[in-house]
């Protein structure tokens, strides 16, 4: 009789804490080309240093939800551009504000490309690393 045993970050729910940190490293790093003039170097510093520390502690196959985490502030945009495109005007009893919004469609496919790709790719690399879990010794 034969026995397998499973590392510790081989397991799935293991697995998906370092996607979801991946997740907020990716989501850093694109934030902070957004904001390249004002505070995204800060970001995107801070960004990299998480990067490297992921890289050392974590699995390989994580790494996939960097590119999930690119797709955060394209689906922010598309949020925030919903009424578009063209100007839209909100009203309240004592005022009127009107804003020019861009076309939440282009938005929203980049956001969902960029997800689908990265939980795909996270799922397809733990698929065939746990193919190869590593064999135990009998007792």
């Known amino acids: 009789m034969r026995r397998t045993t499973v590392a510790a970050e081989d397991r ?55 590119l999930t985490g690119l797709a955060l502030p394209l689906l922010y945009l598309a949020y925030s551009n919903r009424g578009g495109p063209g100007t839209v005007c909100a009203t309240t009893a004592t005022a009127q504000t009107c804003t ?15 997800s689908a790709a990265g939980l795909l790719l996270f799922v397809l690399l733990g698929r065939r690393s746990g193919r190869r879990a590593r064999p135990a010794a009998t007792r």
């Open 100 to 114: 020019d919004e861009y076309a939440p469609v282009p938005f929203l496919a980049g956001g969902v490309l960029l």
């Open 12 to 66: 799935p729910d293991v697995r998906w804490g370092w996607f979801l940190a991946w997740l907020a490293v990716g989501g850093a790093f694109a934030l902070g080309l957004a904001a390249l003039l004002s505070f995204g170097v800060i970001l995107i510093v801070l960004a990299v240093a998480a990067a490297v520390f992921l890289l050392r502690r974590g699995p390989g196959t994580a790494v996939a939800g960097s």
